[in-house]
């Protein structure tokens, strides 16, 4: 298969249909390339609070509410566009009001023949938590597709390596992130190839790019697409599948060949994932004194 994940850049935006042409060029211009799976960031849907003009789009509580309340209308343009252009599509995440509780972090996965079906964020950053209070949400979810078991670390989440392990059955991970600073990203970068080495399996990071002085949740992005497997037979040395360029909008592609995840995971020079289970507790406390 052909991925396409996205170094995504927010406007402001409007009018809805402003949203809707947006969308449909990003989708028609991976799926002119031949991507077959579009992979897009967490809180790339926060634009859409400036419909509701500055002041609510300035708000930290206020934009959650009014990006969550357009999610129906996100979720059938989506559909829409999974359709028409046969095409899996991982929305980008959205804190979405979900019942009586706080808002949660959630990416919705959506299919060509109409499925859809959501990831919540499980492990809140430091902002997300102190300022934003955004609550963990499902559990994780293992999606069994056409294109191979898919399993979602939303941006943080892919920084632990349990999280990633529950995903084990997993043939792609994808990883949507929004992180401030260049730290930020490369924190993402490294959890994202750590569990692509630890998997034998392709991770998939799409980024939030450009600076927004209309927003307090999303004024600074740094990041950009990248696609990692493990470095062992059938992929490249570095393990890096594609990488696109920091902070330019667009989309990176890259060749899956599922064949070569069975395939190292049976017979790599290494077998990480198989050998997991011996990581057993060894250490002991020693005192050492003069002589």
């Known amino acids: 298969m052909k991925v396409a994940t996205a170094a995504y850049d927010l406007d402001w ?23 077959e799976l579009l992979v897009f ?14 002041e609510v789009a300035g708000d930290l509580e206020r934009s959650i509410h009014a990006v969550s309340d357009r999610m129906e209308d996100v979720h059938t343009l989506h559909q829409r566009l999974a359709r028409e252009y046969n095409v899996y599509i991982l929305g980008a995440s959205a ?35 102190e300022q934003w209070d ?34 084990s059955e997993a043939d792609l991970i994808l990883v949507p992130s929004c992180t401030e600073a260049l730290s930020g990203y490369w924190r ?16 998939v990071m799409a980024s939030l790019v450009g600076n927004n002085d209309w927003s307090e949740s999303v004024d600074m992005n740094t990041g950009t697409g990248g696609i990692f497997g493990p470095p062992d037979k059938g992929f490249p040395e570095t393990g890096v599948l594609a990488e696109g360029v920091l902070n330019r909008p667009g989309w990176t592609f890259a060749e899956i060949d599922l064949g070569a995840i ?7 020079r290494v077998l990480n994932r198989s050998h997991w289970g011996e990581q057993t507790t060894r250490v002991e406390s020693v005192t050492l004194s003069r002589l």
């Open 41 to 54: 960031p967490e809180y790339g849907v926060m634009e859409l609070s400036t419909l509701d003009g500055a």
């Open 188 to 203: 993402v970068r490294i959890g994202a190839m750590s569990r692509a080495l630890e998997n034998q399996c392709v991770t």
């Open 13 to 35: 935006l409007e009018s809805w249909a402003q949203y809707e042409d947006k969308l449909d060029r990003w989708v028609r211009d991976a799926i002119g390339q031949g991507a």
């Open 134 to 167: 955004i609550a963990p949400g499902g559990p994780l979810k293992l999606f069994d597709t056409a294109l191979g078991k898919i399993g979602v670390l939303i941006c943080y989440d892919s920084e632990f390596p349990l999280l990633g392990r529950a995903l």
């Open 95 to 129: 804190a979405v009001v979900d019942g009586p509780g706080r808002p949660v972090n959630r990416a919705e996965l959506y299919a060509p023949d109409g499925g859809q079906d959501h990831q919540d964020k499980q492990i809140m950053t430091r902002f997300e938590r």
């Open 262 to 268: 069975a395939a190292v995971r049976a017979d790599g």
